[in-house]
């Protein structure tokens, strides 16, 4: 079933409608979920160098679509629909056992955004009134996310520089870099 240049074009102005008009829903909707996610993320954090993306994002769905459009019905329905960051991958695991290796991780995930949700929900409200009394407290509340995130990333950095190789002593470090010369298999006369 040939799809209409006109819808294609309307729909191609959303990042992923344009892909899901197509029949390529897996790819429309990790676009979708992409380009709001860098919004969200950008506004959450605030990570406004984020923002950056966003035309990125916005013209690779466009263009793509756009000479989608033109591949034969036929030839697009048999291309392989899939998300853009191999989430069939992901999804097709055992969630139990995703949980299981990373559950430290989802953990402190987890704790951060309940306990954002609440300070924003309960203390939020008379935010605006420290603001009044100590502009300088009220901002580094505010900037609490970004703080955060900041510093897990800079402690990422520490443990990936130092601490995520094993140290040896020299003599160990020869020892292992030491094959033994077992020699031929073959006779030789």
């Keep these: 079933m040939k799809k209409s240049s006109f819808w294609t074009f309307v729909f191609s102005l959303f990042p992923g409608a344009g892909h899901m008009y197509l029949g ?3 790819k429309g909707a990790s676009l979708m979920l992409l380009f709001c996610l860098t919004i969200a993320l950008s506004g959450f954090l605030n990570l406004s160098f984020l ?24 030839e697009r329905m048999a291309r392989e629909d899939h998300f ?12 139990k056992v995703v949980l299981k290796r990373r559950h430290l991780l989802v953990g402190i995930i987890c704790i951060f955004f309940g306990a954002w949700i609440l ?3 309960i203390v939020g409200p008379y935010l605006y009134q420290l603001s009044e009394i100590m502009p300088w407290l009220y901002h580094l509340i505010n900037s609490l996310p970004t703080i955060l995130v900041a510093t897990a990333i800079i402690l990422l950095g520490i443990y990936l520089v130092t601490g995520g190789k094993k140290k040896y002593t020299v003599h160990e470090q020869d020892d292992q870099d030491y094959v033994e010369y077992g ?4 006779d030789t006369k």
Excluded at 84 to 95: A, H, R
Excluded at 183 to 186: K, L, S
């Design 119 to 121: 300070f924003q929900n």
């Design 84 to 95: 853009l960051f191999d989430m069939d991958g992901l999804l097709n695991k055992d969630w």
């Design 24 to 26: 390529l829903m897996k």
């Design 183 to 186: 020699g031929d298999d073959h």
């Design 51 to 74: 923002l950056i993306l966003l035309p990125v994002i916005w013209f690779y769905s466009f263009f793509d679509a756009m000479n989608l459009r033109n591949v034969p019905y036929e």
